[in-house]
């Protein structure tokens, strides 16, 4: 069905209601033609700043609630708004000033669970003693009293929704798959954003089962880069300042703004891909106002962008969060993130925690033919040599043992073979930065040193065990 017939089919059933009353479980319809307020008792709204996947979380949550009146906040993403804009039509949205609040005994909410998230028109029924709240959130923080939690970590909370659509079997149109993929891929990155999880790609794949159009999906999420952007993004680079941080590269950039900019997150995004940073941090100090916008991006899992921000007063995910913060310097703000960083890193795994020891080690006037041997009955590709003090001489692999072409040469210290350049790591470095190392120098193992002597060894087979999550408890 294309998008115009399904648009039509809509337009028909409204014009059916026109009469009167759509008579729903608890659910007083207001008239399409006189636009009275609604009297209505079962409500699902989400943040402000509504992005697609809290768009497309309200929408599934009323396939889920029939009952329930989807109502959007007034502050919505700029990269929203012209996708509202065509299907206005298509989807029954209320506002805020259209519900009588005071009728109000069910409240869902999705895509977040604080109540300084929601629009402030919808704070009067924090107030309400039986009001029962049900939440869809992928964000585990909140400070909203729940009555059915429906809360876990996945890289879009459409995926949660979609989830339960799936178990009670609930069909949905090519529009509104169209719109939960766009809401997950936004939240996702494309599933390339370190908070996507299996789940995430199951529902893509449901969703283009059910005709979700790739084509739309691109043309909305392309979001608009203006000459504004463009110029905030120059200022941002020339002004950028990177720090190592715990192993990682993190870029800092501050900037004095004046007036509300939209889409600021893109420009940040863009920021970190230029510097080729792991991390990236952007502070927009709004000097009329005195507060600044804090935008955060992160490519790796030990910079956890949403402990970040929360511990400064916002949110988000692992990969990226922001924070408003009112009345403080900017260089004060990069200090206290700069200190989050280093504590986040002192819970993060580290070189002890996937090293092998005690380590196996050769001298260096033991034979090529004896060393060939130990390796063959260890079955490793390589170990540390060391001199009569124990002392880090060389490194000996099976690429240094293939340079030995005669009989002879078996009968040779291991000394005329080795490597002698040894690239080695302290042992309070990061998994992370052993693993750029080997990349780095293109080779399978890395002695761990403290004080000058070898403590450990990690391997190529460590750092595997490492990045796919196989490290024992």
């Given at each position: 069905m294309t998008l115009y017939s399904y648009k039509d089919k809509i337009l028909s059933k409204k014009k059916q209601a026109v009469s009167g009353m759509i008579l729903r479980d608890r659910l007083f319809w207001r008239h399409p033609l006189?636009?009275?307020?609604?009297?209505?008792?079962?409500?699902?709204?989400?943040?402000?700043?509504?992005?697609?996947?809290?768009l497309a979380s309200l929408v599934a949550?009323?396939?889920?609630?029939?009952?329930?009146?989807?109502?959007?906040?007034?502050?919505?993403?700029?990269?929203?708004?012209?996708?509202?804009?065509?299907?206005?039509?298509?989807?029954e949205l209320a506002t805020p000033n259209d519900v009588n609040l005071d009728q109000v005994d069910t409240l869902i909410v999705v895509d977040t669970h604080s109540w300084g998230r929601l629009d402030p028109r919808l704070a009067v029924l924090r107030e309400k003693p039986d009001l029962e709240v049900i939440v869809w959130d992928h964000h585990v923080h909140g400070d909203i009293q729940v009555t059915q939690p429906h809360i876990k970590e996945t890289g879009a909370c459409i995926t949660l929704i979609l989830d339960e659509?799936?178990?009670?079997?609930?069909?949905?149109?090519?529009?509104?798959?169209?719109?939960?993929?766009?809401?997950?891929?936004?939240?996702?990155?494309?599933?390339?954003?370190?908070?996507?999880?299996?789940?995430?790609?199951?529902?893509?794949?449901?969703?283009?089962?059910?005709?979700?159009?790739?084509?739309?999906?691109?043309?909305?999420?392309?979001?608009?880069?203006?000459?504004?952007?463009?110029?905030?993004?120059?200022?941002?680079?020339?002004?950028?300042?990177?720090?190592?941080?715990?192993?990682?590269?993190v870029g800092f950039s501050k900037l004095d703004l004046e007036g509300r900019v939209q889409n600021l997150a893109m420009v940040v995004q863009m920021y970190r891909e230029i510097i080729n940073a792991d991390a990236a941090f952007c502070i927009f100090r709004d000097l009329v106002q005195d507060k600044c916008m804090v935008i955060g991006r992160s490519g790796v899992d030990e910079i956890d962008i949403s402990l970040i921000m929360r511990s400064l007063g916002g949110g988000g995910h692992p990969g990226a969060g922001s924070a408003?913060?009112?009345?403080?310097?900017?260089?004060?703000?990069?200090?206290?993130?700069?200190?989050?960083?280093s504590g986040n890193q002192q819970t993060s795994v580290m070189l002890s925690d996937i090293m092998s020891y005690p380590v196996v080690k050769v001298h260096e006037d033991t034979t090529v033919q004896e060393v060939i041997m130990i390796i063959r009955e260890l079955g490793c590709t390589g170990m540390p040599v060391v001199n009569?003090?124990?002392?880090?001489?060389?490194?000996?692999s099976?690429?240094?043992l293939k340079k030995v072409r005669q009989s002879k040469q078996k009968s040779a210290p291991i000394k005329a073979f080795m490597t002698r350049n040894v690239v080695t790591i302290s042992h309070e470095r990061s998994a992370v930065e052993v693993a750029r190392l080997m990349i780095k120098h293109d080779i399978g193992r890395v002695p761990v040193v403290k004080e000058g002597k070898m403590i450990g060894i990690v391997t190529r087979s460590d750092v595997m065990m490492y990045f796919y999550d196989m490290l024992p408890d």
């Open positions: 006189t636009r009275d307020k609604i009297c209505i008792m079962k409500i699902v709204t989400t943040h402000k700043g509504t992005d697609f996947d809290a949550a009323t396939l889920i609630y029939p009952d329930a009146r989807p109502v959007i906040p007034g502050d919505v993403n700029e990269n929203l708004k012209p996708f509202l804009a065509i299907h206005k039509d298509v989807f659509i799936q178990r009670k079997r609930i069909l949905i149109t090519p529009i509104q798959a169209t719109l939960f993929l766009i809401g997950l891929y936004e939240d996702t990155g494309n599933l390339t954003f370190p908070s996507t999880l299996g789940e995430d790609a199951h529902a893509a794949g449901f969703l283009l089962d059910r005709k979700a159009d790739l084509v739309i999906m691109a043309s909305f999420l392309k979001q608009a880069y203006a000459r504004q952007h463009r110029d905030i993004l120059y200022d941002m680079i020339r002004k950028s300042e990177t720090i190592k941080q715990s192993g990682f590269t408003l913060i009112k009345a403080a310097n900017p260089e004060v703000i990069q200090e206290m993130i700069v200190e989050l960083i009569d003090q124990d002392d880090l001489v060389g490194i000996v099976r690429r240094d």
